[in-house]
């Protein structure tokens, strides 16, 4: 496990904040005063840190499969139609991160970048029924020479930052890493309408891990 490098600079200005906050402390209060701010101080900087933590993760994955892009629970398993790049009918799976979630995403399949497009949006809660088209949010599409998966990270009420690594011509492999979600929040995932799914609603999942749904041959 290590931690990623979106984290860097609110851990050492969060490190810096409380290592301020124990040293007055230190000056100016009794000796369990003390022991209890360390230890608050202590417990602070690790939740915030959690929240960038990457796992090693290991898969097993044939071509046609379409692996988790991140963590946390499906809350949607329905057909949509896509207004943005598709135009068509699509199976959506969407997952919910909460706060405890790793927050990184990575390809659920191997292709070309197709589209990759940044909007920005409102901060609606991750689970209302317009956050997929109102709230700050990325889209990705990869080319797999026989479809096109679709995905989109899409902020929340607490997530504020949404961070992505590709562009459109960029070869990526299943489970590369391709963006992160400072403090989670929800990926759509669009595949063909005659996908196969493999999970259902309220099953927990791993980003890099769990296969959520087989493409169509």
């Known amino acids: 496990m290590y931690l990623h ?18 040293v007055l402390t230190l000056l100016l209060a009794s000796t369990w005063l003390i022991y209890t701010v ?43 139609t896509d207004k943005e790049y598709l135009k068509d009918e699509r199976i959506q799976i969407s997952v919910f991160m909460s706060p405890l979630n790793v927050h990184a995403q990575w390809s659920p399949v191997s292709g070309e970048v197709k589209y990759v497009k940044y909007h920005e949006g409102k ?26 998966v679709l995905f989109r990270q899409i902020a929340g009420a607490v997530a504020r930052r949404i961070c992505y690594y590709v562009e459109v011509g960029q070869k990526v492999a299943i489970g ?37 749904a087989t493409l169509p041959s």
Not at 124 to 144: D, M
């Open 5 to 22: 490098r979106e984290g860097n600079k609110i851990l050492v200005v969060w490190g810096l904040f409380l290592a301020a906050i124990i």
């Open 38 to 80: 360390i230890g608050i101080c202590l417990m602070l900087f690790l939740l915030v840190a959690q929240f960038f933590r990457i796992p090693k993760r290991f898969f097993e994955a044939k071509a046609s499969d379409v692996l988790c892009p991140a963590d946390g629970k499906v809350v949607a398993i329905e057909k949509v």
């Open 123 to 148: 901060y609606l809660v991750a689970w209302h029924p317009k956050s997929s088209e109102e709230n700050e949010r990325s889209t990705i599409v990869v080319g797999t020479g026989r479809h096109e």
């Open 176 to 212: 590369e890493e391709v963006g992160f979600i400072k403090f989670g929040s929800r990926v759509d995932i669009l595949l063909p309408v005659e996908s196969q799914v493999h999970c259902k609603i309220d099953d927990k999942v791993q980003g890099k891990k769990t296969i959520l």
